[in-house]
């Protein structure tokens, strides 16, 4: 079986400090990892996924995350956050062959001025 | 291209009464998802559809829920009697392709479910 595990359910950071947001997935088969933003009142969007080949991955709004196998970890980073990126991140995984995408709780980024 | 949509955005019902749920997926998607979230339990997949079939229905919490597609335009998910704890966000989500890396899913903006 799969899981992912979000470690910080709230980060509060100031505007334009950098920010990381921890995601940890467990499987015993090749997954797929994305993650996705949630704005207030809106569904989920694609950030970024991984696939395979080069561990970093760049997104969308200046996101990228690292996909480190040895740690089984796929985290999110921005080095400069706005205000406007208040909104919560999920981690999820998708098993290689697999329809079921699995996410993690969520982590509520707080951005403030 | 106007994405998923899902309408009501809000429903506010008593107890016991009948509720639909409807979801139009992105046109030429042929995997369709719903999903509940709440706090406490966060984002849940209830059901799936590939080409309009239901694949997993796993997810789906008793049989008071239930969902269907008629067509590969338009589903509905149901619950019957509704009761307060499915108070929650029920999102549809769509997909251009069932599983595989590229199965981006494409998430509409929701309907608040309130049961009094």
């Known amino acids: 079986a799969q899981s992912v595990t979000q470690l910080d359910s709230q980060v509060p950071v100031f505007e334009e400090a950098p920010v990381e947001l921890r995601c940890n997935y467990s499987s015993s088969v090749s997954v797929y990892l994305f993650w996705y933003v949630q704005y207030p009142n809106q569904g989920l969007q694609l950030l970024l996924k991984y696939l395979s080949g080069s561990t970093l991955v760049k997104g969308i709004n200046g996101f990228e995350a690292e996909f480190n196998k040895s740690q089984t970890s796929f985290h999110l980073r921005k080095p400069s956050v706005h205000i406007s990126d208040t909104a919560e991140y999920f981690c999820?995984?998708?098993?290689?062959?697999?329809?079921?995408?699995?996410f993690g709780a969520g982590t509520r980024l707080f951005v403030k001025a | 291209d106007a994405g998923v949509i899902q309408s009501p955005r809000h429903e506010v019902t008593e107890m016991g009464q009948e509720v639909t749920l409807r979801c139009k997926p992105i046109s030429g998607h042929n995997s369709l998802f719903w999903y509940r979230q709440t706090m406490m339990r966060g984002l849940e997949l209830l059901i799936y559809?590939?080409?309009?079939?239901?694949?997993?229905d796993s997810g789906m919490p008793e049989d008071r829920f239930s969902a269907k597609m008629p067509n590969a335009s338009f589903s509905t998910l149901k619950i019957q009697p509704s009761e307060p704890r499915d108070s929650a966000v029920y999102f549809c989500?769509?997909?251009?392709?069932?599983?595989?890396?590229?199965?981006?899913?494409?998430f509409g903006p929701g309907t608040r479910l309130t049961v009094l």
């Open positions: 999820a995984l998708l098993r290689a062959g697999g329809f079921k995408t699995i």
């Open positions: 989500a769509s997909s251009s392709v069932a599983g595989g890396p590229n199965n981006e899913q494409f």
């Open positions: 559809f590939n080409n309009n079939v239901p694949i997993d």
